[in-house]
């Protein structure tokens, strides 16, 4: 049950939006925002999301701000992962207020949409603390990477 389950998740169109998301969120700020989905995990998902984390390579980001959504398909959960530099700066109602808005769509079966909202919210909390900079590269993937 494994990469047909996670292709199914999100059709080619819906991953675009995704990635559009992605790019329109990164567009004001330094932060740098990833989606990784996969069909599940033997580890506690926030585990598996901070190893993930790592295996992108998203602390390598100058400002700490790196921001993953993890996905595990078949057992219906997600995790947002932050690095160091968001932790330290966010409100601490911040990571449930987007896990809200995240799990809302996805209990009505709105993956892509949830996805999307998630990404934007980020987005603008990221713009708040993290305001992009006329320097600004680029510094991860915006494409969903898959497990």
């Known amino acids: 049950m494994s990469e047909s389950k996670v292709e199914a998740f999100l059709s080619p169109q819906e991953e675009q939006e995704v990635v559009t998301a992605i790019l329109k969120a990164e567009k004001n700020?330094?932060?740098?925002?990833?989606?990784?989905?996969?069909?599940?995990?033997?580890?506690d998902p926030y585990e598996r999301a901070q190893e993930v984390f790592y295996t992108l390579k998203m602390e390598?980001?100058?400002?700490?701000n790196g921001v993953l959504l993890y996905i595990a398909v078949q057992d219906r959960t997600f995790v947002?992962?932050?690095?160091?530099g968001i932790n330290e700066?966010?409100?601490?109602?911040?990571?449930?207020?987007?896990?809200e808005v995240i799990q809302?769509?996805?209990k009505k079966g709105q993956f892509k949409q949830g996805i999307v909202e998630g990404i934007l919210k980020a987005g603008e909390e990221l713009k708040a603390h993290f305001p992009?900079?006329?320097n600004?590269?680029?510094e991860l993937s915006n494409e969903?990477?898959?497990g």
């Open 80 to 84: 947002i992962y932050g690095d160091k």
């Open 104 to 106: 809302d769509h996805f």
């Open 132 to 134: 992009y900079k006329s």
């Open 29 to 43: 700020t330094s932060g740098e925002i990833r989606v990784h989905i996969e069909p599940s995990t033997p580890l």
């Open 89 to 99: 700066v966010v409100s601490d109602t911040f990571w449930n207020d987007t896990k």
């Open 136 to 138: 600004d590269t680029n």
């Open 60 to 64: 390598n980001t100058k400002d700490a």
């Open 144 to 146: 969903v990477s898959k």
